[in-house]
């Protein structure tokens, strides 16, 4: 019996030992490893833009860049890329740059991160990207954004 008393006491202080915390990693200067977009990634990216865009049946897709990382133990696949949309009225419209996540381990999940060619949004397409190593141009420019 005080044998196994003193052997749940040595146990129990096995567990109290520091640790160094662990870093975790930020995924804004955590570049990707950069993958092809298969036809079913480009449906599951067409169609999470498409929910965010004022006329949606008109999008025309452009280049689009995607890469796979782990952060905090969760896998995401960023992608980059650029949507052109008429105008509702059936005028011109805009070619806008966007970043976006899918998350395959939560149904493959999709998440705008931003779309837009205006302050904040340019910024944060253009760092997001940029980050992950997955700088795309700016279709009015040409340089990257």
Excluded: W, Y
């Excluded at 998350?103 to 340019?122: K, R, T, Y």
């Amino acid at each position: 019996m005080r044998k196994t008393a003193l052997l749940l006491a040595a146990a129990s202080l096995c567990g109290c030992v520091a640790a160094p915390p662990a870093t975790t990693p930020d995924a804004s200067n955590q570049r990707v490893d950069p993958m092809p977009i298969s036809l079913a990634l480009e449906e599951i990216i067409t169609n999470g833009v498409r929910q965010h865009l004022e006329n949606p049946a008109s999008a025309r897709f452009g280049t689009m860049l995607a890469g796979e990382r782990t952060v905090n133990g969760r896998q995401e696949i960023v992608v980059c890329g650029h949507v052109a949309t008429r105008a509702p009225s059936g005028g011109n419209g805009t070619d806008k740059p966007f970043a976006g996540k899918i998350f395959p381990d939560a149904g493959s999940a999709f998440e705008l991160v931003a779309i837009g060619d205006e302050l904040p949004n340019m910024k944060l397409i253009g760092d997001t990207c940029r980050a992950a190593g997955l700088p795309i141009l700016d279709a009015k420019t040409g340089a990257q954004s």
